[in-house]
């Protein structure tokens, strides 16, 4: 199925939780999911027979530019049927939550927790939502675009002494 | 034996003690292998056939209590930072530390934007020889222990340090 | 006298530690000797690879991509560089594309004697890991012919290569080719059938397909287990649809489908097959041609976005990069195969001895440059 027959067979389930299909200015047509509505989403594409996207590539957090919301993206693809589709959640940064797909795929497990460490996003209904790259008492969510490192981590200078 | 031939009577050496337990530790740098990243696939090559780290002496031990020197090879994270000066108090005198390749020197080439890197491991340990690459050769590597073989030839280390 | 009352044990396995392969931390819950919980702790590698890109032009990207994947870094700058050059829609001379296949395979290569050598120094086996870095050596006197470097290159850049290859590489390699066939058998003669190492390999940590395909398991270890997906014929990029090679899966020859021993040995095919692709590559090489024709003067993608995934020796390498038309990215994620090949371990370790999970971490083939980043 093309990315438009898929757009057209979630509105047609999800009506107003499924934003729009974003065509302009990217490689893979992008599917515009309210956050809250990712879980039912994702179980839907994997359990129908016609859609079956049993492998999720890539989930990712992105921040545009520091002031707009933040968004996360996955990048789904069906190893029977051949076909794929990318979606997109957007989400405001002061209370950025979206609600988590781990008991649907097991990449997504630690990919989420990646995403909360770096860019300081919730997935509610995760399992085990803690740190994974950095140390659980850093403080901040390193690649947010307005991310100021502290000076001292432990007692160790962070910045390079000249 | 074609040099030492005739020169002594009957088993009977005269040197300093200096100079018999500086000659017998600089054969044998025992080193702990504390491979972090990149830096480590080239220690692997150095201690490999084509360059032979043994034919100098130097044996890898896994274990800190057991090594005379710690080769820092690779990026020193704040996370593993504690855990890199926990690893050098554990092991025992006389220890040295080479720091292998510029991450370990001075941070890299993440220098600039890495806020999880620590910018040297010379800020928690001290550090005696600096091998400066990315990765150094073996070659270089090999050059660095032989350095470090020409400093412990002039310790005393049996002199009592002033306090 | 009634049954002894054994309490579990949380025993911590690294972070500096022989066996795993770069600084990973794992917590083991045992019973004795049994496993019953494995729970990997990562980040001491964390390098802020992608904080970095973010404040850098693209073209000074390339150098960090290799330093991710330390083991496979032709394939990590191969991969940006489609993936930037796909946004760009540049076109590449037919010299450039052949010469990128050579050294992506030989790279791939490189990085599973590795994989084949540490493992049998897991196990046990100390000569295999000596063989295994000996062929090693030739292919990084390869690499520094071409590019001047051994193991971390800077040579493929977005919209060609660094240099050209210098006259005497082309014979230097078929001389490679025709001794690496033979090496290939005496692996098999000292590791692939000897009966300690099929004991402590075979049947141990069975990765079945619906498993791996939901935890994003790829690369040699989804093959392993009888799934056929791998890139470069299901989504042929570059030139890999020109070039005539198998692909081997697991088939349970010493145990089950999917154990740490298929592991290995759709390794071992699977430098059989590169060697075929290399060869071929090298026959067709176009004579003309120049590396550095479509090396754009500024690298300004337009704005947009693009997913591009490509076969590293590890599985599925994927770069998504959110380009806003300047000559800085918005964002360049690394979809490493590594992070998700670690996160399964648990679910195929837990009830093993202490020895076969470090059998079964060696047989994933991991490195933390690329989970980490």
């Known amino acids: 199925m093309t990315e438009q027959e898929i757009y057209a067979d979630l509105s047609a389930k999800f009506s107003d939780k499924i934003v729009e299909l974003i065509e302009a200015e990217t490689f893979n047509p992008t599917v515009v999911v309210a956050p809250a509505a990712i879980t039912e989403v994702c179980h839907y594409l994997k359990d129908t027979e016609t859609l079956n996207f049993n492998s999720l590539m890539n989930l990712a957090g992105h921040d545009t530019d520091g002031e707009s919301d933040l968004s996360v993206i996955y990048h789904l693809h069906s190893t029977e049927l051949d076909h794929y589709i990318t979606l997109k959640a957007f989400t405001n940064r002061e209370n950025s939550e979206v609600s988590s797909v781990a008991n649907i795929y097991g990449t997504a497990d630690w990919h989420e927790r990646e995403a909360w460490d770096l860019y300081g996003i919730k997935f509610t209904g995760h399992p085990d939502l803690k740190r994974i790259l950095l140390e659980e008492d850093w403080e901040g969510h390193p690649l947010k675009k307005d991310y100021v490192a502290a000076e001292f981590y432990r007692g160790m200078r962070i910045e390079k002494v000249k | 034996m074609g040099a030492l031939n005739h020169k002594f009577n009957e088993n009977i050496l005269i040197t300093s003690l200096d100079k018999l337990l500086n000659w017998s530790r600089s054969g044998s740098e025992w080193y702990f292998q504390f491979g972090l990243a990149c830096c480590a696939i080239e220690m692997m090559s150095a201690a490999a056939a084509r360059h032979d780290l043994e034919r100098f002496g130097a044996m890898p031990r896994s274990s800190p209590r057991q090594a005379d020197v710690m080769i820092v090879a690779g990026t020193v994270t704040l996370k593993m930072a504690t855990r890199v000066k926990r690893l050098y108090e554990q092991m025992a005198e006389p220890k040295y530390v080479i720091s292998m390749g510029s991450c370990a020197n001075s941070g890299g080439p993440y220098w600039q934007h890495g806020y999880h890197v620590l910018k040297g491991v010379d800020q928690i340990v001290p550090v005696d020889i600096y091998i400066p690459g990315c990765p150094p050769r073996p070659e270089a590597l090999i050059e660095g222990l032989l350095h470090l073989q020409k400093k412990m030839r002039e310790e005393h280390i049996l002199a009592k340090k002033e306090d | ?373």
């Open chain 3, 1 to 373: 006298m009634g049954r002894l009352h054994a309490e579990e044990m949380i025993l911590n396995m690294g972070p500096q530690h022989p066996s795993t392969h770069g600084v990973l931390r794992l917590k083991l819950r045992t019973d004795g000797e049994i496993v019953s919980h494995i729970e990997p702790v990562i980040g001491y590698l964390h390098r802020s690879f992608e904080k970095h890109a973010e404040n850098l032009e693209y073209q000074q990207v390339t150098p960090f991509c290799g330093r991710c994947d330390y083991l496979a870094a032709m394939g990590s700058e191969h991969g940006y560089a489609m993936a930037v050059e796909k946004m760009m829609g540049i076109e590449l001379p037919e010299r450039v594309e052949y010469l990128r296949v050579i050294f992506a395979e030989l790279q791939r290569i490189a990085s599973h004697l590795v994989a084949v050598g540490t493992f049998g120094l897991d196990v046990g086996a100390i000569t295999p890991f000596i063989y295994c870095f000996r062929e090693r050596e030739l292919i990084l006197d390869l690499f520094e012919m071409a590019s001047g470097a051994r193991l971390l290159y800077n040579y493929i850049w977005i919209g060609g290569l660094a240099h050209d290859i210098p006259p005497g590489f082309v014979e230097k390699t078929y001389e490679f080719l025709d001794d690496f066939d033979k090496r290939i058998a005496e692996y098999n003669q000292i590791l692939t059938g000897n009966k300690i190492f099929v004991e402590r390999a075979a049947d141990v940590g069975v990765l079945t397909p619906e498993v791996a395909i939901n935890y994003g398991v790829t690369g040699p270890s989804l093959r392993a287990s009888g799934v056929n997906i791998d890139l470069r014929r299901t989504q042929p990029y570059s030139i890999y649809d020109r070039f005539d090679f198998d692909i081997p899966l697991g088939e349970g020859a010493q145990g089950t489908i999917g154990d740490s021993w298929d592991r290995y040995y759709v390794r071992v095919r699977e430098m059989e097959e590169s060697a075929k692709i290399v060869r071929q590559a090298l026959d067709q090489l176009p004579v003309e041609g120049d590396v550095k024709s479509a090396v754009p003067k500024r690298i300004r993608p337009p704005k947009g976005e693009i997913y591009f995934r490509s076969e590293n020796a590890r599985g599925e390498l994927g770069y998504y990069i959110v380009s806003n038309g300047k000559n800085v990215p918005l964002r360049v994620k690394m979809r490493s195969p590594a992070f998700s090949n670690l996160s399964v371990i648990n679910e195929i370790g837990h009830g093993w001895m202490i020895s076969d999970v470090i059998a079964i971490l060696g047989s994933l083939d991991i490195v933390l440059g690329e989970i980490d980043r």
